[in-house]
């Protein structure tokens, strides 16, 4: 087995994308080989596919591993036969579709979807790092740490996919086994970050490795003495019934969801109920809900992403308004109460332009309102000639790239 690749340093800015070539005699034959060279390329993603030439996503873009043949049948039925177990490529063949997920030991893991497509057979492999990230390390908003001391509520992290939703919960998971002696139990399908239990005693389920069903571990989840529960994403109705139970029964419950705001996000979930029940579920929810952080990935001016946040902390001014269905005065809450840890995805951009961090154009592009950003900017003050490629890290420790997981 080739020796684990060390990666890059912080200290050493990574160069601009290139098309992947170079550094290996032969195309790679086994999974495990390309999974390599693309950790020694810090790409975030692999994709497979027959009779396409394997890319890699590096820094968000999917370059294309151009020293790799396209993959033929043969290799593509090679490579199902070393991720997948014969039950597995069995229900492969069953269902069109597996989710999964492989480990090398003292290297890294990955999670692993298995799909058919018009040009055939897929597979799409998410690079995670046995090492847990900090909050500190990801320069995540330092509510995050108050956010997971309480006993009980529900803590949302929304984002579109490839945010990096899993992998701030994996933050926030490994403050509370730093900090604090609870039992926390997640139910993930598949476990992306493995959490060795440290203060906390930490029990990870999978979906189809330990338990059959989804909804089975949920049902059985408020049985297991837990203090925290880790819902991967609040998918449907059993999933967000259950949260809400867990939370108003004694529980942190910390979850996922699809949306691009804060505020939506009482939306999103209020959609899931009939129109006659959305009234009862609007207090039910808001009296459960502790916060929504609302997450996108921008890329930085040193060539890395970083993750930028919209803070809602339902205080009891903001119940009052989410109760009242009153958004625009939940807004402009969030942009007001900073004190509290709150706010606004514009602000939140004008300050990572404003140090450096992140270029005007890329701004522009993550935010929903482009003229209140250039307003923004505009009054602070904005100077190009201190826009230049300074690391930036609330913690004091040097920028660290986000890979969404």
Do not use: W
């Not at 170079?22 to 993603?45: C, F, L, N």
């Not at 609040?234 to 949306?259: E, F, N, P, S, W």
């Not at 958004?327 to 404003?354: P, R, S």
């Amino acid at each position: 087995m080739n020796s684990p690749v060390p990666p890059r340093s912080s200290a050493t800015p990574p160069p601009p994308p290139a098309p992947i070539s170079g550094g290996r005699s032969k195309p790679a034959s086994t999974i495990e080989q390309m999974v390599r060279d693309a950790h020694a390329r810090q790409a975030s993603d692999i994709h497979i596919r027959v009779n396409e030439v394997p890319r890699f996503r590096i820094r968000g873009q999917m370059l294309p591993f151009k020293e790799h043949p396209p993959v033929t049948t043969a290799l593509f039925e090679q490579f199902l036969a070393e991720v997948l177990t014969p039950q597995q490529r069995k229900r492969f063949e069953d269902e069109k579709e597996l989710d999964t997920a492989i480990f090398y030991p003292g290297f890294l893991r990955c999670r692993v979807n298995c799909f058919e497509s018009l040009n055939g057979g897929a597979i799409v492999l998410r690079l995670i790092s046995l090492e847990v990230p900090s909050i500190d390390g990801l320069g995540l908003p330092q509510v995050m740490k108050q956010l997971v001391g309480h006993p009980q509520g529900l803590v949302l992290i929304t984002g579109p996919t490839g945010s990096g939703k899993s992998t701030s919960l994996a933050a926030m998971i490994r403050h509370l086994n730093d900090t604090m002696t609870r039992h926390v139990v997640t139910i993930e399908d598949p476990i992306e970050y493995v959490h060795s239990s440290n203060r906390c005693l930490v029990s990870q389920r999978e979906v189809g490795l330990h338990t059959l069903e989804f909804h089975q571990a949920l049902r059985a989840v408020l049985r297991e003495d837990p203090d925290v529960i880790l819902i991967g994403e609040m998918r449907d109705r059993i999933t967000v019934d259950t949260a809400l139970k867990a939370a108003q029964t004694g529980h942190l419950v910390l979850a996922t969801l699809h949306t691009r705001n804060a505020i939506n996000a009482l939306n999103r979930l209020l959609n899931i109920y009939h129109p006659e029940e959305q009234h009862a579920m609007r207090i039910q929810i808001t009296e459960s809900l502790l916060a929504v952080l609302a997450q996108q990935l921008v890329s930085t001016t040193d060539g890395r992403r970083t993750a930028v946040h919209e803070v809602l902390i339902n205080t009891p001014a903001m119940a009052d308004y989410l109760l009242k269905g009153q958004e625009t005065d939940a807004f402009q809450l969030m942009e007001t109460d900073t004190g509290n840890g709150m706010q606004i995805m514009n602000q939140a951009l004008c300050d990572l332009v404003l140090l450096g961090k992140i270029s005007p154009d890329d701004a522009v592009q993550a935010s929903s309102d482009p003229g209140d950003l250039r307003r923004r900017v505009r009054n602070e003050g904005y100077d190009p000639s201190r826009s230049t490629n300074r690391e930036f890290d609330p913690s004091g420790g040097p920028t660290r790239d986000y890979h969404p997981v």
